[in-house]
Structure formats: C-alpha cells, structure tokens
C-alpha cells in the first residue's frame, strides 16, 4: 500500500515540475515575429508591399535609414530590458501560483511591450529592406 501511494506521489510530483516549467515559459516567452518574405522569389514591388514600405519610406535617404536603424534598435533594447526586470518577479509568481493558483493574477506577462516589439522587429525588417535596395554603406 505504501508503494502504491509513494508512486502515485511521484507521478504528482513530475505533473507539479511539468506545470511550474510551463507556467515560465509563458511568463516570459513572447510569439515569434513573422519572417520577412523570400527575396529572392519576389519583385522589389512586391516585396515593398508585403513588408508595407510607404512611398514616404521609399524616399528617405541612407543617413536617415541608418539613425532610424538605430533608434529601433535602441527601443528593441530598452523593450528587452523591461521584459527581462520581470522575469524573476513572473518566475517567483510561476512557483507560488502551483501552490496557490490566485497568485498568478500578479504576474506581469508585459504583453503591452511585447506587441511593441513586434511592431519594432517589422519596423527593423523594413529599414533593413530599404537599406540593401538602395546600396546604403
């Protein structure tokens, strides 16, 4: 009897660890960004569209594609360190919530940011586009 209960103990026990590592993942994975489109089997018109480069894009200059660069890639930045501040707290929160499954309420799943980086990463995938189209160095 007592081996019964000590195996169906165990088994609970791997389900626990199982939900804990599932319930971080959530807390601090964000969707995959969509993959910019094939170049190769595409027009540059075609391609403009489906990356949605407007026409006031089209005409900016290498200078101005590279400090735009750069200042996406600073917001991506800062966007990345939020997320990262919140993960212990979202970990610890994980833990408590197995136990006690109201404490996952106070978990800070910063989807907020996260839709800003993916607005970020299309942004990047466009000033990338339009820096190879027009030869920028």
Same mark, same amino acid.
């Given at each position: 009897?007592?081996?019964?209960?000590?195996?169906?103990?165990?088994?609970?026990?791997?389900?626990?660890?199982?939900?804990?590592?599932?319930?971080?993942?959530?807390?601090?994975?964000?969707?995959?960004?969509?993959? =910019?489109?094939?170049?190769?089997?595409? @027009? /540059?018109? #075609? $391609?403009?569209?489906? +990356?949605?480069?407007?026409? %006031?894009? !089209?005409?900016?200059?290498?200078?101005?594609?590279?400090?735009?660069?750069?200042?996406?890639?600073?917001?991506?930045?800062?966007?990345?360190?939020?997320?990262?501040?919140?993960?212990?707290?979202?970990?610890?929160?994980?833990?408590?919530?197995?136990?006690?499954? =109201?404490?996952?309420?106070?978990?800070? @799943? /910063?989807? #907020? $940011?996260?839709?800003? +980086?993916?607005?970020?990463? %299309?942004? !990047?995938?466009?000033?990338?586009?339009?820096?190879?189209?027009?030869?920028?160095?």
């Amino acid at each position: 009897m007592i081996s019964l209960l000590m195996k169906h103990s165990n088994n609970f026990f791997k389900l626990i660890l199982v939900f804990i590592f599932f319930i971080i993942l959530a807390g601090c994975a964000r969707r995959a960004p969509d993959l =910019p489109p094939a170049y190769a089997s595409h @027009n /540059d018109e #075609e $391609i403009a569209i489906a +990356l949605g480069i407007t026409d %006031k894009d !089209k005409s900016m200059s290498c200078f101005r594609i590279k400090v735009d660069q750069q200042k996406a890639a600073k917001e991506y930045e800062q966007n990345e360190a939020i997320i990262e501040s919140s993960r212990t707290h979202n970990q610890v929160t994980g833990y408590i919530g197995v136990f006690f499954p =109201p404490a996952l309420i106070v978990a800070d @799943n /910063d989807d #907020e $940011i996260k839709a800003q +980086l993916d607005t970020l990463q %299309k942004r !990047k995938d466009q000033l990338d586009y339009l820096w190879k189209s027009k030869s920028c160095r």
